[in-house]
């Protein structure tokens, strides 16, 4: 039964894993992995751990493109998840849900061996992976590592953490957060933005300091870029198809109201998610200097799952990502 699950993955996936999605159905070998260990795939190598310090999920870390440093440490460490219940308040219905992955909900499903496992599509595409299960969720977070240069951390979930009536009440948001510790070429990194709205102009903006972001509603385009400032080596970070973060007011009460927030490294705010269900991200005040520093960049996943017969009956996979590009 799990591995049917594992396979209508490709169900739902992102555009850019079209490649994965075709492979997913016809059963990739499972590569089991250690807890922990390193490893190369063409010009990448980074290293991998269960983040159980800090319930982050699978974390990896030291990533780097061709020799050059690109991540200190990649990590998940919440989903938020919001019901809509009877849309009376932001804590209506069931939840919310600040959902952690760690050793203690990993589950394996038929096939897999250990807890972390690795697949490879074709020869420009892998995956490193973990399974977990949270309440009623099927959880499956991953990274993909493109030959090409792209790095892709995503999320997959299916299930139901709540049986409300009217089924309707049923209808919720998930909103995985990524940490991304960028080192790009070293510790000293910027953070711009270059967003097009409809109609096709274009503005820019620098992230100077500590900050949070919010896509509006008539933007086309989202393109972020951390940088070295010195050597000029950049990394392009987009999510095309993430939904609009929460408005205020009924149902969702800005309850994933940000993109993505920027925050200067900090090791006592390395810990993980250390807020509420229903808080944002803090660590920001006083809002301290991100440009040319050591950043830590955060972006966040809007994902909504309405309640259907069909999903109940047979539950459907749903998926978030973003997509990280190296320029060098
Ligand atoms: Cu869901």
């Not at 620098?206 to 400032?229: C, K, L, Q, R």
Request: charged residues 20%; glycine residues 8%; contains cysteine.
């Amino acid at each position: 039964m799990l591995a049917k699950k594992l396979r209508v993955v490709c169900t739902r996936a992102a555009a850019t894993l079209l490649l994965a999605c075709a492979s997913l159905a016809y059963a990739q070998p499972l590569l089991p992995m250690p807890d922990s260990g390193s490893t190369t795939f063409g010009d990448w190598s980074f290293s991998w751990e269960i983040g159980n310090a800090n319930d982050e999920g699978l974390v990896l870390k030291n990533v780097r493109w061709k020799g050059v440093k690109v991540l200190h440490k990649a990590s998940m460490p919440v989903i938020r998840v919001k019901y809509r219940g009877d849309a009376s308040g932001i804590d209506a219905g069931c939840g919310p849900y600040n959902d952690k992955i760690h050793s203690g909900n990993l589950e394996r499903f038929s096939g897999q061996t250990t807890d972390v496992i690795a697949r490879f599509f074709g020869d420009n595409l892998m995956e490193i992976a973990v399974f977990s299960e949270i309440g009623g969720y099927d959880l499956y977070q991953a990274y993909y590592f493109h030959r090409s240069g792209r790095f892709e951390p995503m999320l997959y979930s299916s299930g139901w953490s709540c049986s409300d009536n009217p089924k309707s009440r049923n209808d919720h948001k998930h909103h995985p957060y990524w940490r991304l510790d960028f080192d790009v070429d070293s510790v000293t990194n910027r953070v711009r933005h270059a967003l097009t709205v409809s109609g096709g102009s274009m503005s820019f903006a620098a992230y100077t300091s500590e900050s949070g972001f919010t896509v509006p509603a008539n933007a086309t385009a989202t393109v972020w870029t951390v940088a070295h400032p010195n050597s000029g080596r950049t990394v392009r970070i987009q999510s095309p198809s993430n939904e609009r973060a929460d408005v205020g007011g009924s149902p969702w009460f800005g309850f994933g109201s940000r993109d993505v927030h920027v925050r200067r490294y900090k090791g006592a705010e390395d810990v993980g998610w250390a807020f509420s269900a229903t808080s944002q991200l803090g660590w920001f005040t006083p809002a301290e200097v991100t440009e040319n520093q050591d950043v830590v960049f955060w972006s966040i996943g809007h994902l909504t799952h309405l309640w259907t017969q069909a999903d109940e009956d047979n539950p459907h996979w749903h998926s978030r990502g973003w997509i990280v590009d190296v320029t060098w």
